[in-house]
C-alpha cells in the first residue's frame, strides 16, 4: 500500500515518545488565612465510652491519647472534646481541641472536624494554627467547598514567616484545588511555584521525599487532564491530524517527565500512582489512534494491509503502556503499596497482554 495515508497516523509523533524506556528516574505579605465561624458540634458519647464522664480533664487526656494510639478515633474524640467542653481553663484544653480535629478527620467526619480546627484557629496562635488551617482546608475540599480551601491555601502560602516546607505544603495542595476546581492554568502555576520553593530551600532545609514527590505527580496530573480533553479528528486532513499528534504526544512526554520525578522521589504512594498513570496514557493514546477510520476507497486487500500497517505502528504503544504497568506492579509489591492505582495497573497489563496474544497478521480486531 502507497500513498501518505500510510504512514500519517504516527508521522508526527515525537521519536521520544516511541523509543526508549518508561523507567522511573516567594509571594508578598498576606492576610492571614480567613476563619469561619462555625458553631461547635455537640459532644456525643457512645455507651461504651460512658466510663469518659465524670472523668478530670487530667484523665481525659491520657484516655484520649491512649484511645489515639490503639487506632480508636471515635473514642480519642469524645474524650477530647469532653475536655474542650468541660474544662475550659484545662491546660490540655489546646492539644485536645487539634486533636479532637484530627481524630475526627481519621473518622472522615469532615463537618465535626472543620468545627474543630476552626474553633482552634479562632481562640490560639502560633504554628499549631497553621497547621489546623491545612486541616481546615482539607475538610472544605472533602465537603466539596473547593472555594473556601482555596482561600485558606491562597493565604497560607502567601504568610509572612512560613517554612519553605510549609509554603511548598500551601502551594501544592492549592494547585490540587485549583484543578479540581477546573482551573488547568492556575493549578500549573501553583505546582510549578511550589518546585522551585522546594529546589530554593532544599539545601538548607530537609525536605521529605513526599512533598515534591506529591507537587510531581500533580503536575502530571495537570497535563494528563489537557491531554485527554485534546480532541482528535482522526477524519481530519493530514496536516490537522499532524498538528493534534504532535500536541497530545508533547502533552504526554511533559506528563510521563513529572510521574517518573514523583516515583523516583521515593513515595510509595506517588510512585506507584505515578508510574501507572504513564501507563494510562500510552494505553488512551493506542486506543484512540487504533480508531482511526479506513481510508476511502480501499478493497478488501488493502484494508487488511492498512490495519496491518496500523497495528505495526501502534504496537510500541501498547508495549510501553505494559512496561509501565508492570513496573507500578513491581514498585507497588516493593513498598506493599495496595491501592487503586495498583488494582488499576494489574487489570490493564493482563488486558493489554492478551490484546498482545490475540493480534495475527493483519493486526488486533
Not at 134 to 139: D, K, Q, R
Not at 337 to 360: G, I, P, Q, W
Request: with cysteine; glycine share 8%; charged share 30%.
Amino acid at each position: 500500500m502507497t500513498g501518505p495515508r500510510r504512514s500519517l497516523l504516527l508521522a508526527a509523533l515525537p521519536a521520544a515518545l516511541l523509543a526508549g524506556c518508561v523507567t522511573a528516574g516567594a509571594p508578598g505579605a498576606r492576610p492571614a488565612p480567613p476563619v469561619l465561624e462555625l458553631p461547635p458540634e455537640p459532644v456525643e458519647v457512645r455507651k461504651g465510652d460512658l466510663d469518659l464522664v465524670g472523668r478530670n480533664d487530667e484523665e481525659l487526656f491520657a484516655l484520649g491519647l491512649s484511645a489515639s494510639q490503639a487506632g480508636d478515633a471515635r473514642r480519642a474524640a469524645a474524650a477530647f472534646e469532653q475536655i474542650v467542653d468541660r474544662f475550659p481553663a484545662s491546660r490540655h484544653r489546646a492539644a485536645a481541641l487539634l486533636d479532637a480535629g484530627l481524630a475526627r478527620e481519621r473518622l472522615q467526619e469532615w463537618r465535626a472536624a472543620l468545627a474543630s480546627f476552626a474553633r482552634f484557629r479562632r481562640e490560639y496562635a502560633g504554628p499549631d494554627a497553621d497547621q489546623a488551617a491545612f486541616h481546615e482546608a482539607l475538610c472544605h475540599e472533602r465537603l466539596g467547598e473547593r472555594a473556601e480551601a482555596r482561600a485558606l491555601l491562597d493565604a497560607l502560602a502567601g504568610k509572612e514567616g512560613l517554612s519553605p516546607l510549609d509554603r511548598m505544603r500551601a502551594l501544592t495542595e492549592r494547585g490540587v484545588v485549583e484543578l479540581e476546581s477546573g482551573d488547568g492554568e492556575a493549578a500549573e502555576r501553583s505546582l510549578l511555584l511550589a518546585l522551585s520553593t522546594w529546589h530554593g530551600a532544599a539545601e538548607a532545609e530537609r525536605f521529605d521525599d513526599e512533598a515534591p514527590a506529591k507537587a510531581h505527580f500533580w503536575l502530571g496530573e495537570v497535563y494528563r487532564s489537557w491531554f485527554a480533553a485534546l480532541p482528535l479528528d482522526l477524519s481530519a486532513g493530514e496536516a490537522e491530524q499532524a498538528e493534534a499528534l504532535e500536541r497530545e504526544s508533547q502533552l504526554l512526554l511533559r506528563a510521563q517527565g513529572h510521574y517518573l520525578r514523583a516515583a523516583r522521589r521515593g513515595s510509595p504512594a506517588f510512585g506507584v500512582a505515578g508510574i501507572a498513570r504513564v501507563g494510562e496514557m500510552y494505553e488512551s493514546l493506542y486506543r484512540r489512534l487504533a480508531g482511526a477510520p479506513l481510508p476511502p476507497g480501499l478493497d478488501a486487500e488493502e484494508a487488511a494491509a492498512w490495519r496491518h500497517e496500523l497495528w505495526r505502528r501502534l504496537e510500541v504503544l501498547v508495549r510501553k503502556a505494559i512496561q509501565a504497568y508492570e513496573g507500578a506492579l513491581t514498585a507497588a509489591r516493593a513498598r506493599g503499596v495496595d491501592n487503586r492505582f495498583s488494582e488499576d495497573a494489574e487489570r490493564s497489563l493482563e488486558r493489554l497482554k492478551r490484546l498482545l496474544l490475540s493480534a495475527d497478521a493483519a493486526g488486533p480486531s
